[in-house]
């Protein structure tokens, strides 16, 4: 049985319709408000059950998680619930997912990730958009282009979305942005953390197709900190869609100021409708390298339809869910996404369950031609 907490929210809608019309396992949707959880359950079969749980109750997760093998959280936002959910799978010997997570549920969790692995179990969280695949396509592509490059110099990430979040992942982005502060630009040399020279902080960049040209600022998460770390044979530079300063002075004030939460809500939502992507969201890499003595350059890209910010975060998180249920490539134990799985396996499960990934080749001279 997987239960979803949060299960008739707009992300976990998604987790329980991707579950139930790809497996024949029984689904509980886990929340508050059971009326809800019902009117959600009556459009689907028997095997969709509802349960009343209340994510600030410890007594009525335990009881949630007690009747699941894999529980699959959805709810937020996790300034609030901190690891309270992943606490009472760990203690029902759940398999334990999260899209979120902001690296607070991991370090919790990490002083029993030796129990949890020797249990069987997989605690898989950052597993989303972003974090997730912002960190799952720059492993994959240099996977794919060590394959193909004698030698890989640089591995540059792009990474953007819509903005169509909820006043949870703002109330989240906030806490996160006070509890670590603003860094100076930095990237990773050889798997060493570098400071990058001011010329290097902001860049514009035409990514073609339906990206179009874009303006960055050199910006990294600590997951994609991680990447940078692990990758070892090459420079590692992140950047985020910076369609104006608004932003970058909203993220500022709130990491500086002691604002009250729902102003830096309102802050940061108005700073980020003024987005005006063509799609909903993107991840691309880039990897130079050099092969057979030609200069190459290997691109990676994800790109979402404007509105389907929560489908692809539920599906990635069905995925994931799927992938632990069928004991099909993630290793037990405490981790990120990007640490648990082998990345070329699970873009190729992505891609069967319907994310359009795509990749090509060129040597630079073509590219610049």
């Known amino acids: 049985t997987v239960g979803v907490v949060g299960g008739y929210g707009a992300t976990g809608r998604v987790v329980v319709s991707e579950l139930w019309k790809s497996s ?23 095997r969709v059950t509802a349960a009343q749980v ?8 335990e009881n949630f998680c007690s009747q699941c093998s894999i529980v699959v959280n959805c709810a937020g936002p996790v300034m609030l619930l901190q690891d309270r959910v992943a606490q009472a799978a760990f203690h029902r010997h759940c398999h334990y997912i999260d899209a979120a997570g902001l690296t ?20 898989v969280v950052s597993a989303g958009w972003i974090p997730g695949i912002s960190e799952l396509l720059p492993l994959y592509a240099h996977a794919q282009a060590s394959a193909r490059m004698e030698t890989i110099t640089s591995l540059t990430v792009y990474f953007g979305d819509s903005g169509e979040w909820s006043d949870n992942a703002f109330r989240d982005t906030a806490w996160f942005l006070r509890r670590t502060g603003i860094h100076g630009p930095r990237y990773f040399c050889k798997g060493e953390r570098a400071r990058a020279k001011v010329a290097q902080s902001s860049l514009k960049l035409d990514l073609g197709g339906r990206i179009g040209p874009c303006r960055f600022t050199m910006f990294s998460i600590p997951e994609l900190d991680e990447v940078g770390h692990r990758l070892k044979d090459c420079d590692v530079f992140t950047y985020s869609y910076l369609p104006n300063l608004g932003i970058a002075v909203a993220a500022s004030l709130v990491a500086l100021l002691p604002f009250p939460e729902r102003f830096s809500v309102r802050l940061l939502r108005k700073a980020f409708r003024t987005v005006p992507l063509p799609v909903g969201g ?13 200069n190459c350059n290997l691109t990676a ?30 290793q037990p ?8 799985v082998d990345p070329v396996a699970m873009m190729a499960e992505l891609r069967k ?6 990749e090509k080749l060129d040597s630079i001279a073509e590219a610049e031609a």
């Not at 607070?104 to 605690?123: K, M, N, T």
């Not at 880039?286 to 057979?292: D, N, Y």
């Open 54 to 61: 209340d994510v600030l109750d410890s007594n009525s997760l």
């Open 104 to 123: 607070f549920v991991r370090e919790r969790l990490l002083p029993h990730s030796q129990e949890i692995a020797d249990l069987g179990l997989s605690f």
């Open 301 to 330: 890209q994800i790109i979402y339809d404007k509105h389907r910010d929560y489908w692809i975060n539920g599906l990635i998180l069905a995925t994931v869910a799927r992938m632990v249920s069928n004991h099909k490539g993630v």
């Open 282 to 294: 993107f991840v691309v890499v880039s990897v130079k390298g050099q092969s057979q003595g030609q």
């Open 353 to 358: 369950a319907g994310i359009e990934q795509s």
């Open 333 to 340: 134990g405490v981790h990120f996404l990007t640490d648990v």
């Open 24 to 46: 024949s396992w029984e689904i509980r949707i886990g929340g508050r408000d059971l009326a809800k959880a019902k009117a959600f359950a009556a459009d689907f079969d028997q």
